[in-house]
C-alpha cells in the first residue's frame, strides 16, 4: 500500500537554530515532491517543490535522496512565524501517476520558541 | 491566483440529516478532490474528478458521495450523516497533465455532526 512516512513531532526548537525533517515514501516509482505547509485551522499551501538536484528558497532547502526513498527540508535561521505543520506530498505512487497519485505524509509540527 | 472556495467555514449538522459540501474554482482545473483531515490521521482522499461527470473513489469513499455537473463545482454529499463524520474537509484542484503540478486548497469546512 502506498506510503508517505513523517515524523509527527513535535519539535520544539529556539528561534534561530536549524532544524531539519525527513520523510520516507514507499514507492520508488513516485516521480514528483512537494513540501505544503499548514497553519492551525488553515489550509495546506505549496511551501516548495523538490527537484532531483536538490533546491533552496531563502533559508529553505529540500533534498531528494531517491536511493533511499526520502526528502528532507532544512531550515536554516528559523523564525517564529515558521511555526506550522509541514507536510510532505509524493505524487505519482498510483502506478499511472495521475491526479489521484497525490500522497500526503501526516505531517510534521514544528513549534519555534522564543 | 488560484482560488478555491468552499461554501462553508463551520458546520453543525444532525445525525441522519443530508449534508452537502460545496466547492468552487475559478481556474478551469480538470481535477478536483475531496479529503478529510483527522488529528494523527493526515488528509485522506474521499474522492476525485477527472472531469465533469467523472468521479472516483479514493481511500475512504464509504458514507459519501460526490457530484460534478459543471467542471468548477465539486460537491461532496453526506447521505446520512454520522458522528464519525465529524471531521475537516478540504476540497482541492490541480491541473491536468503534469505531475509536477502544485494542489491548490480551500479554506476547509469544519464539520461537526451532533
Known amino acids: 500500500r502506498k506510503e508517505v512516512e513523517q515524523d509527527p513531532g513535535p519539535f520544539n526548537v529556539p528561534e534561530g537554530a536549524t532544524v531539519a525533517f525527513n520523510c520516507t515514501y514507499s514507492?520508488?516509482?513516485?516521480?514528483?515532491f512537494f513540501w505544503y505547509r499548514q497553519d492551525c485551522r488553515k489550509e495546506p499551501k505549496l511551501l516548495m517543490s523538490v527537484y532531483s538536484s536538490g533546491n533552496e528558497d531563502g533559508r529553505f532547502t529540500a533534498q531528494l535522496n531517491r536511493a533511499s526513498q526520502y526528502i528532507s527540508l532544512l531550515i536554516r535561521d528559523s523564525k517564529l512565524s515558521d511555526s506550522a505543520t509541514y507536510l510532505c506530498v509524493v505524487n505519482g505512487l498510483y502506478s499511472g501517476g495521475g491526479a489521484d497519485g497525490l500522497t500526503f505524509g501526516k505531517g510534521t509540527h514544528l513549534i519555534i520558541q522564543p | 491566483d488560484v482560488k478555491v472556495t468552499q461554501s462553508s467555514r463551520y458546520l453543525v449538522k444532525r445525525t441522519g440529516e443530508k449534508v452537502f459540501l460545496e466547492c468552487v474554482q475559478d481556474m478551469d482545473h480538470e481535477n478536483m478532490f475531496w479529503y478529510r483531515q483527522d488529528p494523527g490521521l493526515g488528509l485522506r482522499l474521499i474522492y476525485f474528478?477527472?472531469?465533469?461527470?467523472?468521479?472516483e473513489k479514493g481511500d475512504i469513499p464509504e458514507g459519501y458521495s460526490v457530484s460534478r455537473e459543471k467542471k468548477e463545482r465539486f460537491s461532496l454529499i453526506l447521505e446520512s450523516a454520522s458522528t464519525n463524520q465529524t471531521s475537516m474537509y478540504l476540497c482541492a484542484s490541480t491541473p491536468p497533465g503534469s505531475l509536477n503540478t502544485e494542489a491548490f486548497f480551500g479554506q476547509g469546512t469544519r464539520l461537526t455532526v451532533v
Open positions: 474528478s477527472y472531469d465533469v461527470k467523472m468521479k
Open positions: 514507492n520508488s516509482a513516485s516521480q514528483s
